[in-house]
Protein backbone atom coordinates (compact mmCIF):
# COMPACT_ATOMS: atom_id res chain seq x y z
CA UNK A 1 0.00 0.00 0.00
CA UNK A 2 1.31 3.49 -1.22
CA UNK A 3 1.22 6.37 0.94
CA UNK A 4 -1.40 8.74 1.61
CA UNK A 5 -2.26 11.46 -0.58
CA UNK A 6 -4.71 14.09 -0.76
CA UNK A 7 -7.27 13.66 -4.10
CA UNK A 8 -10.12 15.12 -5.29
CA UNK A 9 -13.09 12.51 -5.21
CA UNK A 10 -13.10 11.55 -9.03
CA UNK A 11 -9.64 11.47 -9.79
CA UNK A 12 -8.78 9.20 -7.06
CA UNK A 13 -11.97 6.77 -8.39
CA UNK A 14 -10.45 7.24 -11.30
CA UNK A 15 -6.85 6.28 -9.92
CA UNK A 16 -8.37 3.45 -8.47
CA UNK A 17 -10.25 1.70 -11.44
CA UNK A 18 -6.59 1.55 -13.10
CA UNK A 19 -4.84 0.12 -10.03
CA UNK A 20 -7.87 -1.93 -10.22
CA UNK A 21 -7.18 -3.24 -13.59
CA UNK A 22 -9.39 -1.90 -15.25
CA UNK A 23 -8.19 -0.67 -19.25
CA UNK A 24 -11.04 0.28 -20.67
CA UNK A 25 -12.91 3.69 -20.61
CA UNK A 26 -15.89 4.75 -22.54
CA UNK A 27 -17.59 8.15 -21.47
CA UNK A 28 -18.88 11.46 -22.24
CA UNK A 29 -18.08 14.66 -20.66
CA UNK A 30 -20.80 16.40 -17.94
CA UNK A 31 -20.74 17.92 -14.50
CA UNK A 32 -20.10 17.07 -11.95
CA UNK A 33 -18.13 13.88 -13.03
CA UNK A 34 -15.90 14.83 -15.44
CA UNK A 35 -13.03 15.01 -13.83
CA UNK A 36 -12.95 11.30 -13.98
CA UNK A 37 -12.88 11.57 -18.16
CA UNK A 38 -10.29 14.38 -17.84
CA UNK A 39 -8.10 12.46 -15.71
CA UNK A 40 -8.09 9.37 -17.53
CA UNK A 41 -7.75 10.73 -21.15
CA UNK A 42 -4.47 11.72 -19.41
CA UNK A 43 -3.50 8.54 -17.81
CA UNK A 44 -4.99 5.67 -19.30
CA UNK A 45 -3.25 5.77 -22.72
CA UNK A 46 0.31 5.59 -20.27
CA UNK A 47 -0.70 2.06 -18.36
CA UNK A 48 -1.77 0.87 -22.42
CA UNK A 49 -5.34 1.13 -21.85
CA UNK A 50 -8.17 2.40 -23.91
CA UNK A 51 -9.73 5.70 -23.42
CA UNK A 52 -12.47 6.90 -26.10
CA UNK A 53 -14.33 9.76 -25.92
CA UNK A 54 -17.75 8.84 -27.70
CA UNK A 55 -20.24 11.19 -29.38
CA UNK A 56 -23.26 9.96 -27.04
CA UNK A 57 -24.27 8.40 -23.95
CA UNK A 58 -25.60 6.12 -25.61
CA UNK A 59 -22.42 5.28 -27.73
CA UNK A 60 -20.56 4.59 -24.71
CA UNK A 61 -22.28 2.51 -22.84
CA UNK A 62 -22.41 0.09 -26.19
CA UNK A 63 -18.58 0.37 -25.89
CA UNK A 64 -18.52 -0.96 -22.51
CA UNK A 65 -20.81 -3.85 -23.40
CA UNK A 66 -18.02 -5.03 -25.92
CA UNK A 67 -15.28 -4.17 -24.15
CA UNK A 68 -16.68 -6.25 -21.07
CA UNK A 69 -17.90 -9.11 -23.61
CA UNK A 70 -13.82 -9.91 -23.79
CA UNK A 71 -13.99 -10.79 -20.62
CA UNK A 72 -11.52 -7.28 -19.92
CA UNK A 73 -12.18 -4.69 -16.85
CA UNK A 74 -14.64 -1.93 -18.66
CA UNK A 75 -15.96 1.31 -16.97
CA UNK A 76 -17.88 4.52 -17.64
CA UNK A 77 -19.04 6.84 -15.82
CA UNK A 78 -21.66 10.20 -15.85
CA UNK A 79 -23.88 12.06 -14.07
CA UNK A 80 -27.79 11.63 -13.51
CA UNK A 81 -29.67 12.97 -16.93
CA UNK A 82 -26.44 10.82 -18.78
CA UNK A 83 -26.84 7.74 -16.53
CA UNK A 84 -30.59 7.81 -17.90
CA UNK A 85 -29.29 8.12 -21.82
CA UNK A 86 -26.95 5.03 -21.21
CA UNK A 87 -30.18 2.61 -19.59
CA UNK A 88 -30.89 1.00 -22.63
CA UNK A 89 -27.20 -0.18 -22.65
CA UNK A 90 -26.90 -0.93 -19.28
CA UNK A 91 -30.09 -3.31 -19.90
CA UNK A 92 -28.34 -5.13 -22.32
CA UNK A 93 -25.24 -5.73 -20.70
CA UNK A 94 -27.38 -7.13 -17.54
CA UNK A 95 -28.97 -9.36 -20.07
CA UNK A 96 -25.83 -10.53 -21.49
CA UNK A 97 -24.70 -11.49 -18.02
CA UNK A 98 -21.36 -9.33 -18.33
CA UNK A 99 -20.02 -7.46 -15.38
CA UNK A 100 -18.93 -3.93 -15.66
CA UNK A 101 -18.65 -1.10 -13.35
CA UNK A 102 -20.87 2.23 -13.87
CA UNK A 103 -19.93 5.95 -11.76
CA UNK A 104 -23.29 7.93 -11.23
CA UNK A 105 -21.96 11.66 -9.69
CA UNK A 106 -25.43 12.63 -8.97
CA UNK A 107 -26.70 15.80 -9.47
CA UNK A 108 -29.75 17.41 -8.89
CA UNK A 109 -33.15 16.28 -11.13
CA UNK A 110 -35.29 15.55 -12.34
CA UNK A 111 -33.91 16.81 -16.01
CA UNK A 112 -31.32 18.88 -16.39
CA UNK A 113 -31.97 20.12 -13.11
CA UNK A 114 -28.57 21.80 -11.77
CA UNK A 115 -25.25 21.11 -10.79
CA UNK A 116 -25.41 20.33 -6.60
CA UNK A 117 -24.90 17.41 -4.83
CA UNK A 118 -28.20 14.98 -4.78
CA UNK A 119 -29.50 11.57 -4.26
CA UNK A 120 -32.41 11.58 -6.25
CA UNK A 121 -31.10 8.62 -8.38
CA UNK A 122 -31.78 5.86 -5.38
CA UNK A 123 -34.55 4.55 -7.80
CA UNK A 124 -33.24 4.80 -10.78
CA UNK A 125 -30.16 2.60 -9.62
CA UNK A 126 -31.99 -0.05 -7.67
CA UNK A 127 -35.74 -0.27 -8.95
CA UNK A 128 -35.43 0.92 -12.97
CA UNK A 129 -31.48 1.08 -14.63
CA UNK A 130 -33.01 -0.07 -17.85
CA UNK A 131 -35.94 -2.08 -18.76
CA UNK A 132 -36.45 -6.01 -17.72
CA UNK A 133 -35.96 -8.32 -14.85
CA UNK A 134 -32.80 -7.46 -13.34
CA UNK A 135 -30.53 -5.86 -10.50
CA UNK A 136 -27.34 -4.31 -10.31
CA UNK A 137 -25.09 -4.74 -7.61
CA UNK A 138 -25.02 -0.87 -5.99
CA UNK A 139 -22.53 0.81 -3.53
CA UNK A 140 -22.82 3.68 -1.90
CA UNK A 141 -19.44 5.20 -0.54
CA UNK A 142 -19.52 8.12 1.70
CA UNK A 143 -15.38 8.95 1.90
CA UNK A 144 -13.01 9.60 -0.75
CA UNK A 145 -11.33 6.19 0.61
CA UNK A 146 -14.30 4.37 0.24
CA UNK A 147 -14.81 5.35 -3.47
CA UNK A 148 -11.38 4.02 -4.15
CA UNK A 149 -11.82 1.18 -1.91
CA UNK A 150 -15.65 0.38 -3.40
CA UNK A 151 -13.82 0.19 -7.28
CA UNK A 152 -11.77 -3.18 -6.90
CA UNK A 153 -15.07 -4.29 -4.72
CA UNK A 154 -17.45 -3.79 -7.25
CA UNK A 155 -15.06 -5.31 -10.05
CA UNK A 156 -14.85 -8.37 -8.19
CA UNK A 157 -18.57 -8.83 -7.40
CA UNK A 158 -19.67 -8.06 -10.38
CA UNK A 159 -17.32 -10.98 -11.90
CA UNK A 160 -18.36 -13.38 -9.41
CA UNK A 161 -22.01 -12.72 -10.51
CA UNK A 162 -22.01 -11.81 -14.08
CA UNK A 163 -23.63 -8.65 -12.78
CA UNK A 164 -22.84 -5.03 -13.79
CA UNK A 165 -22.62 -2.70 -10.47
CA UNK A 166 -22.29 1.13 -10.10
CA UNK A 167 -21.27 3.51 -7.59
CA UNK A 168 -23.64 5.74 -6.55
CA UNK A 169 -21.43 8.76 -6.13
CA UNK A 170 -22.79 12.27 -5.93
CA UNK A 171 -21.64 15.79 -6.63
CA UNK A 172 -20.34 16.57 -2.88
CA UNK A 173 -18.17 13.49 -2.87
CA UNK A 174 -17.27 13.98 -6.18
CA UNK A 175 -15.73 17.42 -5.68
CA UNK A 176 -14.17 17.13 -2.49
CA UNK A 177 -10.97 15.95 -1.47
CA UNK A 178 -9.55 13.76 1.22
CA UNK A 179 -6.15 11.71 2.49
CA UNK A 180 -6.94 8.66 0.82
CA UNK A 181 -4.25 5.43 0.84
CA UNK A 182 -4.38 3.79 -3.16
CA UNK A 183 -4.04 -0.03 -3.79
CA UNK A 184 -1.42 -1.79 -5.39
CA UNK A 185 -2.44 -1.99 -8.94
CA UNK A 186 -4.27 -5.64 -9.60
CA UNK A 187 -2.97 -7.53 -12.91
CA UNK A 188 -6.80 -8.80 -13.46
CA UNK A 189 -7.16 -10.29 -17.27
CA UNK A 190 -9.54 -11.56 -19.65
CA UNK A 191 -8.05 -15.19 -19.67
CA UNK A 192 -9.07 -15.51 -15.95
CA UNK A 193 -12.97 -15.53 -17.40
CA UNK A 194 -14.48 -18.77 -19.24
CA UNK A 195 -17.06 -17.09 -20.05
CA UNK A 196 -14.93 -14.67 -22.54
CA UNK A 197 -15.50 -13.69 -25.86
CA UNK A 198 -11.76 -14.00 -26.81
CA UNK A 199 -11.75 -16.51 -29.71
CA UNK A 200 -11.69 -20.39 -28.94
CA UNK A 201 -9.23 -21.49 -31.24
CA UNK A 202 -11.01 -24.93 -32.15
CA UNK A 203 -10.10 -25.53 -28.23
CA UNK A 204 -13.61 -25.47 -26.73
CA UNK A 205 -17.35 -24.40 -27.80
CA UNK A 206 -17.52 -20.56 -28.56
CA UNK A 207 -18.62 -18.10 -26.24
CA UNK A 208 -21.28 -15.96 -27.23
CA UNK A 209 -22.27 -12.31 -25.71
CA UNK A 210 -26.12 -11.86 -26.40
CA UNK A 211 -29.30 -10.55 -24.36
CA UNK A 212 -31.75 -11.51 -27.71
CA UNK A 213 -33.57 -14.55 -27.05
CA UNK A 214 -37.05 -15.16 -29.87
CA UNK A 215 -37.77 -18.64 -27.24
CA UNK A 216 -40.02 -17.58 -24.23
CA UNK A 217 -39.19 -20.66 -22.54
CA UNK A 218 -35.36 -19.98 -22.86
CA UNK A 219 -35.34 -16.33 -21.88
CA UNK A 220 -37.82 -17.22 -18.94
CA UNK A 221 -34.96 -19.82 -18.23
CA UNK A 222 -32.73 -17.16 -18.18
CA UNK A 223 -34.24 -14.82 -16.22
CA UNK A 224 -34.93 -17.63 -13.21
CA UNK A 225 -31.32 -18.59 -13.48
CA UNK A 226 -30.09 -14.92 -13.03
CA UNK A 227 -32.46 -14.62 -9.79
CA UNK A 228 -31.56 -17.35 -8.37
CA UNK A 229 -28.25 -15.19 -8.31
CA UNK A 230 -29.73 -12.04 -6.70
CA UNK A 231 -30.90 -14.33 -4.07
CA UNK A 232 -27.19 -15.64 -3.33
CA UNK A 233 -26.01 -12.20 -3.18
CA UNK A 234 -29.05 -10.76 -1.25
CA UNK A 235 -27.32 -13.85 1.47
CA UNK A 236 -23.66 -12.68 1.08
CA UNK A 237 -23.22 -9.18 -0.54
CA UNK A 238 -25.29 -7.05 1.93
CA UNK A 239 -23.32 -4.50 3.68
CA UNK A 240 -24.19 -1.58 6.03
CA UNK A 241 -22.08 0.49 8.96
CA UNK A 242 -24.04 0.20 12.44
CA UNK A 243 -22.95 2.83 14.65
CA UNK A 244 -24.04 3.83 18.22
CA UNK A 245 -27.25 1.37 17.26
CA UNK A 246 -26.68 -0.82 20.23
CA UNK A 247 -28.96 1.07 23.11
CA UNK A 248 -30.48 3.79 20.10
CA UNK A 249 -34.02 4.78 20.75
CA UNK A 250 -33.58 6.51 17.45
CA UNK A 251 -32.03 4.99 14.89
CA UNK A 252 -31.06 7.50 11.41
CA UNK A 253 -30.69 5.45 8.05
CA UNK A 254 -28.72 7.44 5.71
CA UNK A 255 -26.25 6.33 2.90
CA UNK A 256 -23.82 8.48 1.12
CA UNK A 257 -22.95 12.27 1.43
CA UNK A 258 -26.25 12.44 3.86
CA UNK A 259 -24.59 9.61 6.34
CA UNK A 260 -22.09 12.17 6.75
CA UNK A 261 -23.89 14.96 7.84
CA UNK A 262 -26.10 12.49 10.10
CA UNK A 263 -23.19 11.13 11.95
CA UNK A 264 -22.42 14.96 13.01
CA UNK A 265 -26.21 14.92 14.40
CA UNK A 266 -26.40 11.48 15.98
CA UNK A 267 -23.10 12.53 17.82
CA UNK A 268 -24.65 15.85 18.98
CA UNK A 269 -27.48 13.91 20.03
CA UNK A 270 -25.60 11.73 22.40
CA UNK A 271 -23.87 14.70 23.62
CA UNK A 272 -27.22 15.76 24.74
CA UNK A 273 -28.14 12.75 26.28
CA UNK A 274 -30.31 12.02 23.56
CA UNK A 275 -30.10 7.97 22.84
CA UNK A 276 -29.55 8.24 19.12
CA UNK A 277 -27.78 5.83 16.18
CA UNK A 278 -27.18 5.31 12.79
CA UNK A 279 -27.16 2.34 10.17
CA UNK A 280 -25.80 3.36 6.96
CA UNK A 281 -26.35 0.97 3.94
CA UNK A 282 -23.48 0.85 1.88
CA UNK A 283 -24.66 -1.73 -0.49
CA UNK A 284 -27.87 0.09 -1.37
CA UNK A 285 -29.09 -3.09 -3.44
CA UNK A 286 -28.50 -5.71 -1.78
CA UNK A 287 -30.43 -3.48 0.31
CA UNK A 288 -29.01 -4.39 4.16
CA UNK A 289 -31.94 -5.93 5.61
CA UNK A 290 -30.40 -7.79 8.05
CA UNK A 291 -28.77 -4.52 9.57
CA UNK A 292 -32.25 -2.72 9.98
CA UNK A 293 -33.66 -6.01 11.34
CA UNK A 294 -30.91 -6.11 14.05
CA UNK A 295 -32.12 -3.10 15.47
CA UNK A 296 -36.11 -3.54 15.70
CA UNK A 297 -35.92 -5.14 19.14
CA UNK A 298 -34.40 -1.82 21.28
CA UNK A 299 -35.30 0.71 18.28
CA UNK A 300 -38.39 3.25 19.29
CA UNK A 301 -38.28 5.20 16.15
CA UNK A 302 -36.57 5.32 12.96
CA UNK A 303 -35.64 8.35 10.64
CA UNK A 304 -34.55 8.02 7.08
CA UNK A 305 -32.16 10.99 6.12
CA UNK A 306 -32.04 11.14 1.98
CA UNK A 307 -30.74 14.14 -0.58
CA UNK A 308 -34.13 13.60 -2.30
CA UNK A 309 -37.89 13.39 -1.57
CA UNK A 310 -38.28 9.85 -0.41
CA UNK A 311 -36.65 7.46 -2.00
CA UNK A 312 -34.91 5.02 -0.04
CA UNK A 313 -37.65 5.70 2.82
CA UNK A 314 -39.69 2.79 1.03
CA UNK A 315 -37.00 0.26 1.74
CA UNK A 316 -36.18 1.29 5.24
CA UNK A 317 -39.98 0.49 5.61
CA UNK A 318 -40.33 -2.77 3.98
CA UNK A 319 -37.21 -3.46 6.38
CA UNK A 320 -38.83 -2.42 9.33
CA UNK A 321 -42.18 -4.62 8.02
CA UNK A 322 -44.76 -2.15 9.93
CA UNK A 323 -43.44 -3.13 13.55
CA UNK A 324 -41.68 0.11 14.08
CA UNK A 325 -42.90 3.96 12.65
CA UNK A 326 -39.78 5.03 10.21
CA UNK A 327 -39.85 8.69 9.50
CA UNK A 328 -38.43 11.03 6.61
CA UNK A 329 -36.17 13.90 6.59
CA UNK A 330 -34.89 14.98 3.40
CA UNK A 331 -33.83 18.29 0.97
CA UNK A 332 -33.57 18.49 -2.53
CA UNK A 333 -32.60 19.84 -5.41
CA UNK A 334 -29.10 20.34 -4.45
CA UNK A 335 -29.36 21.47 -1.15
CA UNK A 336 -27.48 19.89 1.81
CA UNK A 337 -29.21 18.97 4.88
CA UNK A 338 -27.37 20.31 7.78
CA UNK A 339 -26.23 18.58 11.08
CA UNK A 340 -28.73 21.25 12.97
CA UNK A 341 -31.77 20.23 10.94
CA UNK A 342 -31.03 16.50 11.39
CA UNK A 343 -30.89 17.20 15.07
CA UNK A 344 -33.96 18.91 15.08
CA UNK A 345 -35.73 15.69 13.65
CA UNK A 346 -34.13 13.54 15.98
CA UNK A 347 -34.91 15.53 19.35
CA UNK A 348 -38.86 15.34 18.41
CA UNK A 349 -38.22 12.00 17.46
CA UNK A 350 -36.88 11.24 21.21
CA UNK A 351 -39.89 13.73 22.89
CA UNK A 352 -37.25 16.14 23.20
CA UNK A 353 -37.56 19.69 22.93
CA UNK A 354 -36.52 20.85 19.07
Given at each position: MSEKVLMKGNEALAEAALSAGCRHFFGYPITPQTEISAYLAKRMPKVGGVFLQAESEVSAI???????????????????????????????????????????????????????????????????????????????????????????????VGEKYRVPSMILSDGMLGQMMEPVTLPDSDSATASDKPWAVTGHKNQRQRNIANSLYISTTELERLNIERFQRYDEMKKHEQRAESYLTEDADVTVVAFGASSRVVRSAVNAARAQGIKAGMIRPITLWPFPVDAIQKTIETTKEYLCVEMNMGQMVDDVRLAVEGKRRVCFYGRTGGVIPTPAEVLEQIKTLAGKEA
Open positions: NMVLGAAATGHRAMTSSSSPGISLKSEGVSYIAGSDLPALIINVQRGGPGLGGIQPSQSDYWQATKALGHGDFQLYVLAPSTIQEMVDFVPLAFE
